[in-house]
């Protein structure tokens, strides 16, 4: 409960203080990453989307051999971890089976094609290794990005709306860089994907009740805030 309370106050600052909000929330998803596939270290993690750098930086801090991967120069910033690659997450500059972790936070909802995005990430890790995605979906509260919650009466409307309120334009625009992705068709999708098996799907902040939230219809799709996605890359 209080690690999801820091998180909670961290994202109110997310403006004024990015660096201690991201850097919370690397420490939080390495922490899950460890809680399903155990101690990082030594391990080949390959950070898909990363941003700036803050995951990569933190599974380094605990001994990966970690890389990031962000098609997006102006997400990198002027101090990217050493090795960063420019590359697009639908084609990774990587060999098949090369990560012991492919590691993607809230990009899925960033990319036109989700089952692309998801197959690439599974080629490029080995039999048994694990993958996680997490990705805000479109009806959670958080849902509209920077002009939610008012995404809930329209993407146009709620774009407008904040226009207005700040003067400038909005970074997201629905169908171009943010889109509608949907908890139960996801789910649907990749549980019948032979390439990966589901090992985890739950809330991604939730204290508690995070798996039994995301397996009821209709309230996931409100409730789960972020889902967390821990799959498994099938053997050849």
Not at 162 to 179: D, I, M, V
Not at 180 to 192: E, Y
Not at 195 to 216: E, K
Request: hydrophobic letters at 40%; aromatic letters at 10%; a positive charge.
């Amino acid at each position: 409960m209080r690690g999801s309370l820091d998180l909670f106050r961290a994202f109110l600052r997310e403006q004024d203080e990015p660096d201690a909000c991201y850097s919370l929330l690397a420490r939080h998803s390495v922490d899950q990453v460890e809680e399903y596939g155990g101690p990082v270290a030594g391990l080949t993690v390959v950070d898909v989307g990363g941003g700036s750098g803050y995951f990569t930086e933190e599974f380094r801090r605990r001994g990966a051999h970690a890389y990031l991967f962000e098609p997006d120069v102006r997400e990198i910033g002027g101090k990217p971890p050493n090795g960063t690659v420019v590359a697009d997450g639908y084609l990774l500059p990587l060999g098949d089976g090369v990560a012991d972790v492919t590691f993607s936070s809230n990009v899925l909802e960033h990319v036109a094609d989700p089952q692309t995005f998801l197959s690439e990430l599974a080629r490029v890790t080995r039999p048994g290794g694990l993958v996680f995605v997490s990705f805000t979906n479109w009806l959670s509260p958080w849902g509209g990005h920077e002009w939610a919650p008012w995404h809930y009466l329209g993407a146009e409307r709620a774009r407008a709306r904040y226009r207005r309120r700040t003067g400038r334009a909005p970074k997201h625009t629905l169908g171009e860089n943010l889109f509608a992705v949907h908890i139960g068709p996801t789910l649907r999708q990749v549980r019948a994907r032979d390439d990966v098996t589901v090992v985890a799907a739950r809330s991604r902040y939730w204290p508690f009740l995070a798996g039994t939230i995301v397996r009821i219809p209709g309230v996931r799709e409100l409730a789960t805030w972020n889902l967390l996605l821990v799959l498994r890359r099938c053997p050849r």
